[in-house]
């Protein structure tokens, strides 16, 4: 599978000089950065630094773009972390555990299980890559909407165990999620809720929506408090903790190797990358044996959502790489740093420029060692804002987090959208309502009704052609088979239980 | 020396425009701004670079590039027409088939007559094509096959591009019904393409340089231009189709050029005119030129006039067929 030759050639192009590598920790630190300000994305961080790609030369460029890549990827999980406040959708899984551990005081293991679980996610998806790159890219193209559907199908799982208290309120929560979700321009080119704007044509701007919605609900809540860590003698950061936490994401090995394996195939479908985070914590949250851990500060939610959202961006640049089609934001910006330097993307980039292939995968891995190191110093740093008073904290979180908003709509849909849905998450969280399923189904819910649509499109009305998609079954197949086993297992637990009783 | 040259030259610039009135001083005087309607990366975007990269040697100004992508194309065109109309602001996009798209189905708010079109720098046709791996060899077993098994066919669509209408088009002029294929709807020319490229469809019409990218995956059988293209066997699709006494509108499949409000021109003519005689001067340098064939990019010189008269016929025409969409 691997061309000896080329990688060869990439191993020589990449250490004929150092000098390209001093932006390595520029790069990395820019794309850590670029997340603390919640909206921020990656595709957006590559984007404002491309003017300087002309002035690199070429392998200073392509290690300049996998560092930011590299650091962009981790970055979203520290506000996830520290202030419940995902960066992007990519970061929406993390928080379901990581703040509640920090409100805990265990911010410092926290942020260590999301580096440790990101550098080990990016570490197998580049690895893969660089060994099945060819292959990779080929499956990703048998996958169609039908699949697609199935996946979606499966996030949507998501909802029933995000419910809270109230089983009725979590569902109705996740119907105005997906009901949010089909606003705009549909498939079919029918506009549907969009009060004639223009603005809500491609829907409800997402990430100011998703920002909104976590920042109202818990930094409302976190006022009238001191600061995020209530116990003073919690309130510290300890790199020997945040050690601790990088070393116990191993202890689970089971749900760190599932959500790389996971994100690695959900990341090669276009956009999976946004819901790959979603789909490990479910996975690892059905897996469990105590499920009821889940969201309350478990480690393995943070590592089960850091594990798959590292390895599905990785997974994302498998059809770039392997047959020169872009699928999405990022890969779309790294070609266009490509084509600065005359290497053009399409059918004859694996063919022509096997080496250039090569040379971003090792660059890729390189860097992950680089962001252990870089990444731990920078959460030591940032893990400080445990020690600043709320009463500041908070305004300064949504100033930047409507300053984020604005930046990625380019106009003031974006605060406005932010505004809306803080005073939306407000009240849901007034009346127990959970905002994390609506925000699943805000996720998930154009998606699944495209897919759908499509789906049933191929099919010409008929219920057999999902016969034809053999990969489509299997995964509906694994899906029930995943949802009915819990019940299986806890129903022998308890026959098993009856049995005993009997014998006494 | 060097900076000695820039504090004389600083020196001499703040003298002068402390000596003439403002109104005096040559557009541009500060830096332009290329607004692109559609993501990073995309075609538009591209070029928009290139253009940042040389144009300012002979504007004397910086440019910047901006992204304002939604709702094909309607969010940047709407933004682009509430900047001052003052050639500070200038729009690089696919006009045709974007603009007219949005007046006839999308219901933006502008008309034709609210943009001066440029020069259509760099167009593209349609094709037909199908993936490898199935049968059709050639355009007419396809039409036949269509007709043979109506209702069992897929094809793919962008919803309302310029594709989707000749594939309704076509349709129509061989005297099926919309339902002979199954239609699949996607959101955007990359995921169909993706799609095609895995054979999820059975044909498309759309983009030429759409079906390059995928070039190893799919196999052309026809072009919707009225000749050949060199280097490929695709017949004209009205060759294809005099056999079944049917033809179908041959509309461009993309016409990229810069786009300015119409007050721009009408306000400062002389403005206008100097913006188009440094991006004429920009198209025959010679390092741009090599950027747009690394590229694969057009670097044509037609002119307002035949831009304008070449988007207004295909607006027409697409204003004719835009009820088949429904």
Partial sequence: MIDFTALTAALHLLTSSWQPWMVVIPGILIGLLVHAVPGLTT???????????????????????????????????????????????????????GFPMARAGKHNEALGLALAASCFGQLVVYLLLLGLAGPIGA????????????????GLTLIGTLRGRHISRGLLAGAFGLLLGTVGLSARGVPRGTFGLDLLLDGIPVVPAIVGLFAAAELFNLVGKEYIVED?????????????????????????????????????????????????????????????????????GIVAAESANASSEGGSMATLLALGIPTGGATAVMLVAFSMHNITGGPSFMRDHADMVYAVILSSLAQVAVLAVVGFAFIFVAGFVVKVRLRMLVPTVLSLAVIGSFALAHNIAGPITLAVFAVIGWIMQRFDYPVSATVVGLLLGRRTEGDLLRTYQMSGGHFNFMFTRPIALLMLFLLAASMLFPYLKSGRARSAANKKVMAH | MRRRNFLIGGAAALASSLVQPAHAQKWPRRPLTIV????????????????????????????????????????????????????????????????????????????????????????????LIVPKDRPWRTAAQLIDAIRANPGKISTGADFGSVGHIETLALLASLGLKPNAVRMVTFDGAGAMRTALAGGQVDFNIGQAEGADIIKDYVRPLAVFLDHRVPGSDAPPINDVLKPYHASVPLLDGSVRTFVFPTAFKAKHPD????????????????????????????????????????????????????????
């Fill in chain 2, 36 to 127: 692109v309607p559609f993501d990073v990366g995309g075609s538009a975007d591209r070029l928009a670079r290139g253009f940042a990269q040389y144009m300012p040697k002979f504007l004397g100004q910086p440019i910047s590039v901006v992204d304002r992508a939604g709702a094909s194309g309607l969010i940047g065109t709407n933004w682009l027409l509430q900047q001052p109309a003052d050639g500070y602001t200038v729009m690089l996009t696919p006009a045709m088939p974007f603009i007219p798209v949005n007046i006839l189905v999308s219901n933006a708010h502008y008309k034709l007559d609210d943009f001066t079109f440029v020069n259509a720098q760099w167009t593209d046709y349609t094709v």
């Fill in chain 1, 232 to 300: 003073l003698t919690q309130r510290r950061v300890q790199a020997s903790r945040i050690l601790a936490g990088m070393r116990q994401a191993f202890e689970y090995p089971g749900v760190l190797f599932r959500g790389a394996i996971l994100g690695s195939g959900i990341g090669i479908i276009p956009g999976g990358h946004a819901i790959a985070n979603l789909l490990s914590y479910s996975s690892a949250r059905r897996a469990a044996k105590d499920p009821e851990k889940f969201g309350t500060g478990d480690p393995r």
């Fill in chain 1, 139 to 154: 499956f990703a193209l048998k996958l169609g909407p039908p699949e697609m559907l199935v996946l979606s199908i499966w």
């Fill in chain 2, 271 to 326: 403005d206008y005119t100097k913006f188009v005689s440094a991006y004429r001067d920009t198209l025959n340098l010679p390092e741009f030129k090599k950027f747009l064939h690394d590229n694969q990019m057009g670097g044509d010189w037609v002119g307002e006039e035949r831009t304008t008269q070449m988007i207004r016929a295909n607006f027409e025409t697409l204003k004719k067929y835009k009820d088949l969409l429904k």
């Fill in chain 1, 43 to 97: 595709s957006m961080a590559l984007a404002i630094c491309l003017p300087l790609i002309p002035y690199m030369d070429f392998l200073q460029a392509l290690i300049f773009m996998t560092a930011m890549y590299a650091g962009s990827v981790f970055g979203v999980a520290i506000p996830a972390i520290l202030l419940n406040v995902p960066g992007s959708a990519a970061a929406v899984g993390t928080t379901f555990d």
